[in-house]
């Protein structure tokens, strides 16, 4: 498929940052289709994270472009951004611990859409029937009255992916979701996010080789800020580039 033939959602061409002189993302291109779960592997320091940073305008870039969809996101701030359509997870979760699942996902649910005043009652029940949508897919269906603080680390990273995906992002970008969780948890993160790319576009940075291969639609193998790889798993995980930088040999 030619590059000119698709729609890409996002389209990272040249992207570079220099920090003090050091090239963290030296020159970095690559193209996100729709309802593709990306993967990010490399080595610690290989600029992953920095990566997600220049997309959602946290870092700004020293080169490139990055368009989501026919908006260039590199002179846009990072409210822009989010309002755009790009969602971003850090690593560590960060729910209101107070407040219960239902809470938690309420106060994410995008405001300022829609009409109030008379229509008040309609939006009330536009925002419940989301939020048990939303519930449902993230596992937490039976714990919307929960407090937050009460859940399971992974179920903690579910409601953040719930808070994410409430607000409809075409881009959704998770650092490491399933750092610290339970082989149980790692295999139904696995089905959330096969479940969530039915309507969007994923990228994720992961380290753990089972969870990638269970997600991946492909994978891009960065070592220092440049592409050393990519393709779907199988392929890059024979490429002897990619077995020398993390094997040595
Ligand atoms: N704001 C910054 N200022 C200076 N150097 C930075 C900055 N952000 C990142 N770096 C450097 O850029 C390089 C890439 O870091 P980055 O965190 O993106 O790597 P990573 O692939 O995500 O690594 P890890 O797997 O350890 O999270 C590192 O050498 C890091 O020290």
New binding site residues.
Partial sequence: MSIHQTSFVLSVEDLTVS??G?K??DGLTFYVEPNECRV?I??????????L?LICGR?RATGGSVRFKDQELLTMREDQIVLAGVGRKFQTPSVYEDLSVFENLELSFPRGHGVFGSLFFRRDAEVKDRIQEIAETIFLADLLDEKAAFLSHGQKQWLEIGMLLIQDPELLML??PVAGMSVAERKKTAELLNRIIDHRSVIV?E?DMGFVEDIATRVTV?HQ?KTLSEGKMDKVKNDPKVIEVYLGH
């Fill in positions: 920090f003090d050091f963290a993302v990010m490399g080595p610690n320091g290989a600029g992953k994270t920095t990566v940073d870092t650092d490491e940075i380290h960065l800020g």
